[in-house]
């Protein structure tokens, strides 16, 4: 079982584009999220997804738009990339009614936006 | 406003010794608390949790102490091991309108020395 895959692993991006970070998994959970992770921050909810077809705001959407087609996967898409949006970027998934709802976390996206 | 705080950036422990992680939180909704361990180039993994009706819960060498009237947890971890060396993350849960969410500490960097 792969658990959760991200794509790309790592990005320089210029400021000004797009671009979209993917994120899949096989554990046909429910909930999906993505976070940031800056230094001194910690983890910030950016989108989060209850179940295929709804999204919803998190701590820091400015910027950042989701999509839930389907069960198994849960695009991120910065329209126009800005320097503060570069990040570690990591998606989790949730299965509801798991007891205390831990979330599995995929390896993350390195993304500098120059 | 930060919700759930990690006040030492970075703790330093000799292997065998305990290790004591702490936490600070102000959402007094929160029915659940989690820790994560997370090392370098890889997404957060799941440690361990409580629930906000216990005050303690153990596994292995981990261990986690809540304190409802102080909204402060820790994790103990004992004895230590190099391997432990890792970011560890707090994080608090709770239902956020729909869905259920968590919100991450900034994390504390532990140095286990052999």
């Known amino acids: 079982t792969a658990g959760i895959t991200q794509a790309p692993t790592s990005q320089i991006l210029a400021a000004g584009r797009s671009m979209t970070l993917r994120c899949t998994q096989d554990?046909?959970?429910?909930?999906m999220y993505w976070y940031r992770q800056d230094l001194g921050l910690g983890l910030r909810l950016i989108h989060y997804?209850?179940?295929?077809?709804?999204?919803g705001k998190g701590e820091v959407p400015d910027g950042y738009s989701v999509s839930r087609a389907n069960t198994d996967d849960f695009p991120l898409t910065l329209a126009s990339a800005v320097p503060s949006q570069t990040s570690v970027y990591f998606c989790?998934?949730?299965?509801?009614?798991?007891?205390?709802?831990?979330?599995?976390f995929g390896p993350g996206t390195r993304l500098t936006v120059l | 406003d930060q919700q759930v705080k990690q006040n030492s950036p970075s703790l330093s422990v000799q292997e065998g010794r305990i290790s004591i992680l702490n936490c600070d939180y102000t959402?007094?909704?929160?029915?659940?608390f989690l820790w994560y361990k997370k090392y370098p180039a890889e997404g957060p993994t799941f440690l361990i949790s409580i629930s906000s009706i216990k005050d303690k819960n153990e596994d292995g060498r981990f261990t986690v102490f809540l304190n409802k009237s102080a909204k402060h947890l820790s994790l103990h971890i004992v004895p230590s091991q190099p391997g432990d060396s890792a970011v560890y993350f707090c994080?608090?849960?709770?239902?956020?309108?729909?869905?259920?969410?968590?919100?991450f500490g900034s994390g504390t960097q532990l140095t286990v020395l052999p």
């Open positions: 994080a608090g849960g709770g239902l956020s309108g729909s869905a259920r969410q968590l919100t």
């Open positions: 554990m046909r959970h429910n909930a």
């Open positions: 997804s209850n179940t295929a077809g709804t999204t």
């Open positions: 959402n007094s909704m929160f029915d659940y």
């Open positions: 989790a998934s949730s299965g509801i009614g798991t007891g205390l709802n831990e979330q599995f």
